[in-house]
């Protein structure tokens, strides 16, 4: 496995774990390397110690794994070049020869670009001039991980797909979007279609709205550069936000394989109705957040946070309202929301359904009954929760919602595995089902993008909104409109 960006965050903290926990699991292959590369000049041993620290500072490794960790480390190997100079492939070949000959490891390659997005489409380019895209032996397979974001609009999508398909196979290639990778967002499918008891009311007659909330109490803290060229939108909304929409609206693909899964998710895209422009400051609220106290600290503007130019309009909060056009769907709003610092970090789906026909307790005020609703809490707190009306104890007909509760760790104990463990395995084995496949990236792309060209033309302001709160009133005011109320997690 060739890591290229080895020298970056990511690869510390979220790869390098992953690939240890495989081993910790027994699951890697006995004929493995990893071989870092990036232009930061070290030897093996200086990666290894880097990796090691990373390890440790991220809690990642216990105290009784020392002797896994050196037989594990003695299998991560540098090289230090350029990937985007194409004089760097010839030494790279050599010492991935090498490294093979050594280890007595077989054919395959898997490709990981880490690197920052606008040198995916020339290290691609570079890794077709020099072969690399191509097992030299007829058994042997090269597979490439791209890390999100992949493009940065539609245009600039549909060209890194063009350039990548030039180079791979789209059987070759897995885009990652680690939410993917999740227990909870993979038992989306399980609590849906493993269960007789929910899809028969999954579905118009019966769901009023979705709401789907993915909240950070943090701000932007030192990715300011990084997430001033992509606000809430693109960074939260365009990958991980429509992948969730689309696992909770899609329908019962005829097997568990990557071709059904993937083609019943992008029928969901293409369903999905564009927001025209005209409507774009109806049915999306954009807000940036200001200073204000989150969890009891006092916390500084976004215009005020390193690196951030002066004036900058990127939004740190978005809401929107979709609509589904299809049979099981069709008037059912998904609201989507997402910002940064907000009064507490969760991400859910709520499935909120209908009020009951008839109204039998008279005297129960109607809010007081509220609606049944169904939490899929992605993260933290993992679990499902289903919310209903009881009586009150007690001479008198009063009523209160309470909540029926299934939680991760009280269930099956222990830490759930990091997405990346699962996604990087998946890979290995040649399953792609849990990455995004190159249509679905651009059909997201496509509903995205229009809201993008409506923002820069102005048509809706960014709303400040104190740091602390739940974003700008006008989502509030959104949901208002239609008689509705986000939730309160
Ligand atoms: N960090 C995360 O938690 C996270 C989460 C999701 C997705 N991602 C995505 O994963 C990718 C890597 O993220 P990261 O946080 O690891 O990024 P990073 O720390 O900024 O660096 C990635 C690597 O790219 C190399 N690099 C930077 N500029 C280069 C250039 N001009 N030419 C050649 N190499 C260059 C750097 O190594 P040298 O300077 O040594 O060459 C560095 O090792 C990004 O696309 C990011 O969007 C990251």
Not at 266 to 294: C, D, H, M, N
Not at 472 to 484: G, H, I, S, T, Y
């Amino acid at each position: 496995m060739i890591i290229v960006g080895a020298s970056g965050d990511l690869t510390k903290r979220k790869l390098i774990p992953g690939l240890f926990d495989l081993a910790r699991k027994g699951m890697l292959p006995s004929r493995f390397a990893v071989l870092g590369v990036s232009r930061t000049d070290m030897d093996d041993d200086a990666f290894r110690e880097h990796l090691l620290e990373g390890m440790n500072r991220f809690g990642q490794i216990g105290k009784s794994e020392k002797d896994l960790w050196n037989g594990f480390s003695r299998q991560l190997f540098y090289h230090a070049a350029d990937p985007s100079d194409h004089s760097s492939y010839q030494a790279l070949s050599e010492t991935i020869t090498a490294i093979r000959k050594r280890g007595q490891i077989g054919p395959h390659l898997l490709w990981y670009l880490s690197t920052p997005p606008r040198l995916y489409e020339p290290i691609v380019e570079l890794l077709g001039a020099s072969g690399m895209n191509r097992s030299s032996e007829a058994d042997g397979w090269v597979r490439i991980i791209i890390e999100k974001p992949f493009g940065y609009d539609l245009e600039s999508a549909k060209e890194l797909n063009r350039k990548v398909l030039s180079v791979f196979d789209e059987e070759q290639v897995y885009r990652i979007d680690h939410y993917l990778g999740k227990e909870t967002v993979q038992n989306i499918l399980v609590f849906r279609f493993a269960n007789g008891i929910f899809e028969p009311v999954w579905n118009r007659n019966y769901v009023d709205h979705v709401q789907i909330t993915a909240a950070e109490t943090v701000g932007v803290e030192n990715r300011g550069p990084y997430y001033d060229g992509a606000g809430a939108l693109r960074d939260m909304v365009q990958n991980h936000m429509l992948q969730l929409l689309a696992l909770t609206a899609m329908e019962p693909p005829v097997l568990f394989d990557a071709r059904q899964v993937r083609d019943e998710k992008q029928k969901v895209f293409e369903a999905i109705r564009p927001i025209p422009s005209g409507a774009v400051a109806l049915r999306t609220v954009r807000g940036q957040y200001a200073a204000g106290t989150v969890g009891g600290k006092e916390a500084r503007g976004y215009l005020d946070e390193k690196e951030i130019p002066e004036g900058s309009t990127t939004e740190t909060f978005v809401a929107l309202k979709l609509t589904i056009d299809n049979w099981r769907w069709a008037g059912v709003p998904f609201y989507i929301r997402s910002g940064k610092r907000l009064p507490k970090r969760v991400t859910e789906i709520a499935i909120q359904f209908k009020r009951t026909p008839h109204r039998l307790f008279l005297d129960i005020p109607v809010e007081r009954l509220g609606n049944n609703t169904i939490v899929i809490r992605i993260q933290p707190d993992e679990g499902i929760s289903l919310r209903f009306g009881t009586k009150v104890p007690g001479a008198t007909m009063k009523t209160r919602p309470v909540t029926m509760d299934f939680r991760y760790g009280a269930s099956f104990g222990g830490r759930l595995a990091d997405a990346y463990t699962r996604l990087i395995h998946d890979c290995m084995l040649g399953d792609p089902t849990l990455y995004a496949r190159g249509d679905s990236v651009n059909a997201a792309w496509s509903l995205i993008t229009p809201v993008q060209d409506a923002w820069k033309e102005n048509e809706t302001p960014v709303f400040p909104y104190e740091s602390g709160t739940w974003g700008p009133e006008a989502a509030d005011e959104m949901l208002d409109r239609d008689n509705r109320k986000w939730r309160r997690p």
